[in-house]
């Protein structure tokens, strides 16, 4: 399987930005290690990330004649972005969301996702092992 992981805005400052909720690895340092699981189970990832929400349907848009499914965390998007939502919905491969933070302990507004009900599943709350979980919903 190849599989797209999504990372949408601010995610380029994971490492840096709010370390209590997002940890101090690095997306780069995190893209190895999700790079290590998928491989060492015989699959392949490739990476996007955007703080641009265009560029990020536009990804999304392409998915589907390149790959077997995407893992998208599309970080603040994800509670408004109708543009987004749609783009996912468009898709003939599966989807899985995920947020390393769990959206139920945050502010009322970071609790809703606009892009839940078009995925396969979401995943939250594990860090940068949600990632993991994700991919392995498609190796399952």
Same mark, same amino acid.
């Given at each position: 399987m %190849?599989?797209?992981?999504i990372? &949408?805005v601010n995610? &380029?400052l994971t &490492?840096i930005?709010e370390r209590?909720i997002? &940890?101090d690895e690095?997306?780069?340092?995190?893209? $190895? %290690? !999700?790079? *290590?699981? @998928?491989?060492?189970?015989?699959h392949?990832?490739?990476f996007f990330?955007?703080d641009? =929400?265009? =560029?990020?349907?536009?990804e999304?848009g392409k998915?589907?004649?390149?790959?077997?499914?995407?893992? !998208?965390? @599309?970080? @603040?998007y994800?509670?408004y972005?109708?543009?987004i939502?749609d $783009?996912?919905a *468009?898709?003939y491969?599966? *989807?899985?969301e995920?947020?390393?933070?769990n959206?139920?302990s945050?502010e009322p507004?970071?609790?809703t996702?606009v892009?839940?009900?078009v995925? %396969?599943?979401?995943?939250?709350g594990?860090g940068m %092992?949600?990632?993991?979980? @994700?991919? =392995?919903s498609?190796?399952?």
């Amino acid at each position: 399987m %190849k599989i797209l992981i999504i990372n &949408g805005v601010n995610l &380029g400052l994971t &490492g840096i930005r709010e370390r209590k909720i997002y &940890g101090d690895e690095t997306l780069e340092e995190m893209n $190895a %290690k !999700i790079r *290590a699981f @998928a491989e060492e189970r015989g699959h392949e990832v490739d990476f996007f990330q955007s703080d641009i =929400e265009g =560029e990020i349907c536009t990804e999304i848009g392409k998915a589907s004649s390149r790959y077997d499914g995407v893992v !998208i965390n @599309a970080g @603040a998007y994800s509670h408004y972005s109708i543009a987004i939502r749609d $783009a996912l919905a *468009a898709l003939y491969i599966p *989807a899985v969301e995920v947020h390393m933070s769990n959206l139920l302990s945050r502010e009322p507004f970071r609790q809703t996702s606009v892009l839940s009900e078009v995925c %396969k599943g979401t995943v939250f709350g594990f860090g940068m %092992k949600g990632y993991l979980l @994700a991919l =392995e919903s498609f190796f399952l």
